[in-house]
């Protein structure tokens, strides 16, 4: 069961190398949201999807970064021409429906998250 | 854009001390969750607020939601090394603000520390 996972859990990667992080939602969950945490900050935004919709990008960084869901559940977030600010953990969060305001449905569940280090 | 406030930034106590984060936002929110986050480890749901003046319980911690719905609280009792880690509080804005729905603001957390 079924949590969400991703993988791979840990990406050295040289500079300029292209990466592929995937994640797995819970089952049934609608909502997919990626996130960026740095070292000693709090996960910060990157994208949403709502099925295979992505409704907000407005977090990626730079048009290198790019996230898809095409069947609506499993994700994928591909960074192209890595550079040493990439390095951080990418961080899947999934929920059963984004700002329902119900309890419950609206919580996100994050996965183990990967450790990208570009190198 | 959404502004969150938490603090302290780090907080050292000695195992049986209470402990308590605040969480302040710079607009009103919909609703507020907190988590968990041990070190080298993944942030993990403890508690969702939506009502104004909500007040939850989880064994020793104690969730408060303001009554203007912009600020929030979590309090330790008799903290446990076991209760060491960073606790986010995660706001979500009035859907009215424009921002993306459901998206979550974190700051950057309190680190609790706690001595045995």
């Known amino acids: 069961g079924a949590g969400v996972s991703q993988s791979p859990r840990y990406k050295v990667a040289k500079r300029g190398q292209d990466v592929a992080l995937r994640c797995d939602p819970i089952?049934?969950?609608?909502?997919l949201f990626w996130y960026q945490q740095a070292l000693g900050q709090g996960p910060e935004f990157l994208t949403y999807f709502q099925n295979e919709a992505q409704l907000d990008k407005s977090g990626l960084p730079s048009d290198r970064f790019f996230a898809e869901r095409p069947e609506g559940s499993v994700s994928t977030l591909k960074i192209q021409r890595t550079q040493q600010e990439d390095s951080a953990v990418y961080l899947c969060?999934?929920?059963?429906?984004?700002?329902?305001?119900?309890?419950?449905?609206?919580?996100?569940?994050f996965g183990p998250g990967t450790r990208l280090t570009v190198l | 854009g959404q502004q969150v406030m938490q603090i302290p930034q780090y907080q050292h106590v000695q195992e049986g001390e209470d402990f308590t984060t605040y969480c302040n936002s710079s607009t009103t929110l919909s609703n507020i969750q907190w988590y968990k986050q041990r070190p080298g480890g993944h942030p993990v749901f403890l508690i969702q607020l939506v009502k104004s003046g909500e007040v939850k319980k989880q064994k020793r911690l104690t969730f408060q939601f303001g009554e203007a719905k912009k600020n929030s609280s979590l309090h330790i009792t008799a903290t446990q090394t076991t209760d060491v880690g960073t606790y986010f509080c995660?706001?979500?804005?009035?859907?009215?603000?424009?921002?993306?729905?459901?998206?979550?603001?974190f700051g950057r957390g309190t680190q609790l520390t706690v001595w045995p």
């Open positions: 969060a999934s929920s059963l429906e984004a700002a329902s305001g119900r309890v419950g449905t609206d919580t996100q569940y």
């Open positions: 995660a706001p979500t804005p009035r859907a009215d603000r424009g921002s993306t729905l459901g998206r979550l603001y």
């Open positions: 089952s049934g969950h609608v909502s």
